[in-house]
């Protein structure tokens, strides 16, 4: 598989402030990478400077061969940036429909295969945002991602503060989205046990740099990684994290 998102180099923050200091990641075609690391090293930040919401300092970012290193957000979501962001960031004042509607590019994802992947929200289309719930807000936000036809989704801590019965759906709506078409995915999680079970790599990070990298299978059947860099088991989850 060909590498949709290549960082070369990256130094990134916010003010005169460094996150990241000298990052590189390839991310591959179908693949899902699960982010982790514990609170403040920079799993946020990362997933803010692939969208273009940080200060570069330095280095390179491509996109299926196309360097967006200088667009704008707004310019990286049309060249295929979807992201679902931990505040949702859903539009209120508009339906579900609406909310899908006003952002949706030609391509594979429609709003009618959202739907079908999330019926609940067709149960709701009419429903403005402020009339959902939590669960249903999150799914939305994912639809609204889908609906650009993007070629990298990043999402950061989808599942959090949800209830479990509603993280499970999330995750298996997740599992389907990343097994079809040719995206690739980041996800930021809180719940190491669970991602793991549906991501293909994993990267640790710890002061804005990677301290570990490879396939989620070995984490799964042995924890020691994960209760080293992070101070949890593979059943528990890790703080919030706000950098």
Not at 84 to 105: D, G, Y
Request: proline fraction near 5%; charged fraction near 25%; glycine fraction near 10%.
């Amino acid at each position: 598989m060909r590498d949709l998102l290549v960082i070369e180099e990256l130094r990134a923050g916010y003010g005169e402030a460094v996150v990241l200091p000298r990052f590189s990641l390839n991310v591959a075609q179908g693949e899902v990478l699960a982010l982790l690391g514990r609170n403040g090293t920079g799993k946020t930040t990362l997933i803010n400077s692939i969208v273009g919401a940080t200060r570069r300092f330095a280095g390179r970012l491509a996109l299926d061969g196309r360097d967006i290193t200088r667009l704008r957000p707004d310019q990286r979501a049309r060249a295929g940036i979807g992201w679902v962001p931990q505040e949702r960031n859903i539009f209120r004042s508009l339906t579900v429909e609406e909310n899908m509607s006003a952002v949706a590019q030609p391509g594979e994802w429609d709003i009618a295969k959202v739907y079908e992947l999330f019926p609940r929200l067709e149960e709701r289309r009419r429903n403005f945002g402020n009339q959902l719930s939590g669960g249903e807000q999150q799914m939305l936000a994912i639809g609204r991602a889908l609906v650009l036809n993007p070629k990298v989704l990043l999402l950061d801590e989808p599942t959090e503060g949800l209830a479990p019965i509603i993280v499970d759906e999330l995750l298996a709506a997740l599992r389907r989205v990343t097994r079809v078409g040719a995206t690739c995915a980041i996800i930021v999680e809180q719940n190491a046990r669970k991602i793991l079970g549906l991501a293909d790599r994993v990267v640790i990070l710890e002061r804005g740099g990677i301290v570990h990298e490879g396939p989620s299978a070995p984490l799964r059947a042995d924890p020691s990684v994960l209760e080293r860099f992070l101070g949890v088991s593979g059943g528990a989850g890790t703080p919030r994290d706000p950098a």
